[in-house]
């Protein structure tokens, strides 16, 4: 064999071992699929409990793309069932990895600021907003809805049945003790008043509401855009020692529109309009706020041996339990 064949030989041979070698990394190699102030504030001052209403268990279809793990969210299934988003948004979802719950883990559940960062950066990592074919922000989704995402990311994250987070509950009338999963399905939902609902309009994606006393008003349910910016402004009346009002606070969620024009200065300019409203246009607003809330009730339902049973909505764990396991005796040999 002359040296020129032995030459092409040798250089095919080598270019075969490359081939196998970057064959056996990309075997080898595992993809990746991928204040405390406010608490107060908001909670303690009877605006009403969080609310839910018309949604039924998340089911997220078939995956959107395989590679990536990423499943449509049928957005029928939320609180706010879809109705305040573009109509044509896309909403996707995949599990929690491995980096994200180890962030998760470091959660202060003592400190509201930084459980609400926790719980929102599962909801970045893990959520896709598209609409027309552009890329829309997280802020953008209910701060309402996040509840039905973040169980919705779980059980992608934990299949298996042993992963359920599961609260001890009783039958109404025979006081039966029966175990209920913390599930979409389990969520109690709640109506907005058809009174509130008659106002709302399909082309603006929000409720235009017309009143007497406060003339055309729009409002909607928050986005969590528009809670991390009132956030911030809780935490700089905190700082600068500035007494909060109270009753603005509770209103401002719902009067603020897009979180995108919401910043500081724009929340001052809401306060100095707040302050120049009448008893009748406070009182109506302050109302009309009460009663457009979405969430879910303080209890879980199921149906069990003909009957209903109820358990308290609970943590066991505590919030940390949605990513991180409490009960480790399914893991213990």
Known sequence: MSDNNKKKDSDAMKALDAKDQINQRTQDSPQDTGADAMLEEISSTGLGKVKMDNFGQARPEKSADATLGWHVLDKSTLPSTGKFYPENLLIQIRSAKAKEIRHFSTMDENNYIDMEDKLNHIVESCTQLIYDNQRLSYKDLL???????????????????????????????TKKHVDIDLSVANLVPSVVPSEIEAYYSSKERTYIIKTKSAGVVRMKPPTIG???????????????????????????????DDWRKLNLPGIFNLEVDYKSWNEKKFMVIYRLAEKMKIGVETTLEM???????????????GIKSLFIISDLAGELL
């Open 226 to 256: 528009v809670m991390e910016e009132v956030t911030s402004y809780l935490r700089d009346r905190q700082e600068k020692d500035i007494e909060l009002d109270k009753a603005f606070v509770q209103v401002l969620p719902y009067i603020a």
């Open 303 to 317: 149906e069990f041996d003909g009957e209903i049973a109820k358990a308290p909505l609970d943590f066991p764990g």
């Open 143 to 173: 701060e309402e809805d996040r509840i039905i995402i973040l169980l919705s990311i779980r059980d992608l994250s934990f299949p298996e049945p042993e992963n359920k987070i599961i609260l001890k509950g009783k039958t109404e009338k």
